[in-house]
T-cell receptor
Framework: DTGVSQDPRHKITKRGQNVTFRCDPI?????LYWYRQTLGQGPEFLTY????????KSRLLSDRFSAERPKGSFSTLEIQRTEQGDSAMYLC????????????FGNGTRLTVT | TQLLEQSPQFLSIQEGENLTVYCNSS?????LQWYRQEPGEGPVLLVT?????EVKKLKRLTFQFGDARKDSSLHITAAQPGDTGLYLC???????FGTGTRLQVTL
C-alpha cells in the first residue's frame, strides 16, 4: 500500500469558481478525515466519514463545502464559489475505526484562490 | 471541542541544543498523540501516550504525559537540523489538533 494519496497537489483558481479535491485512503482504513491547515497552524477538523457515512461536520464547514465518500473508499471535497479566505492546505487522513488509532495523512492539496 | 494549546509557537535553536515543547489543555484526555510535519507534507505520527505520568522515548525525543492527563511535553536532546518541522499534539478523537510549535534547528 502506498499510503494516503491526494490529488491534485496544487490548485490555483479564481474567486467564484468551484474546485474538487480527491483523497484515496489506505485501503483497509474505514475512517477518513478532512482537515484545513493554514501556514504555521495546526490542522483544523472539517469532517469525517466512517465507511460511506459522514459522521461529523465542523461548524467551520460552510454550506459552500461538501464532502462525499460514496462507496466507502475514496472521498471528494468540493468547494463552491471559492473565496480568497479558502486559500489553505487541505489535508486528508485515514485510520482504523478504533479510539486512539493513528492518523495517516496524505501530503495535502494546496489551494490558492486569486 | 477540546482545545489544545502548544508553546512556544516558534523556536529557533542551534544544533546540539536541548529544547522542550508543551501541549496543554483544561480537559482530561484518555490519550494524546504527537505528530511532526515537514514542509509540503502531511503530519506523521511520532508517539501515542496513554497513561498519566507515562514517559516514552524515541531516540533523542522524550515524551511525557502529565499525571492528570491534561498536558504533555516533548523534550529533544541535542537537536539536529533534521528535527526541523512543525510539532503537533492531538487528542484521541482526531477532531482536535494543537496550535503547533514550529522548530527550526540551524547549524
Amino acid at each position: 500500500d502506498t499510503g494516503v494519496s491526494q490529488d491534485p497537489r496544487h490548485k490555483i483558481t479564481k474567486r467564484g469558481q468551484n474546485v474538487t479535491f480527491r483523497c484515496d485512503p489506505i485501503s483497509e482504513h474505514n475512517r477518513l478525515y478532512w482537515y484545513r491547515q493554514t501556514l504555521g497552524q495546526g490542522p483544523e477538523f472539517l469532517t469525517y466519514f466512517q465507511n460511506e457515512a459522514q459522521l461529523e461536520k465542523s461548524r467551520l464547514l460552510s454550506d459552500r463545502f461538501s464532502a462525499e465518500r460514496p462507496k466507502g473508499s475514496f472521498s471528494t471535497l468540493e468547494i463552491q464559489r471559492t473565496e480568497q479566505g479558502d486559500s489553505a492546505m487541505y489535508l486528508c487522513a485515514s485510520s482504523l475505526a478504533m479510539r486512539g488509532a493513528p492518523l495517516h495523512f496524505g501530503n495535502g492539496t494546496r489551494l490558492t484562490v486569486t | 471541542t477540546q482545545l489544545l494549546e502548544q508553546s512556544p509557537q516558534f523556536l529557533s535553536i542551534q544544533e546540539g541544543e536541548n529544547l522542550t515543547v508543551y501541549c496543554n489543555s483544561s480537559s482530561v484526555f484518555s490519550s494524546l498523540q504527537w505528530y511532526r510535519q515537514e514542509p509540503g507534507e502531511g503530519p506523521v505520527l511520532l508517539v501515542t501516550v496513554v497513561t498519566g505520568g507515562e514517559v516514552k522515548k524515541l531516540k533523542r525525543l522524550t515524551f511525557q504525559f502529565g499525571d492528570a492527563r491534561k498536558d504533555s511535553s516533548l523534550h529533544i536532546t541535542a537537536a539536529q537540523p533534521g528535527d526541523t518541522g512543525l510539532y503537533l499534539c492531538a487528542g484521541p478523537s482526531k477532531l482536535t489538533f494543537g496550535t503547533g510549535t514550529r522548530l527550526q534547528v540551524t547549524l
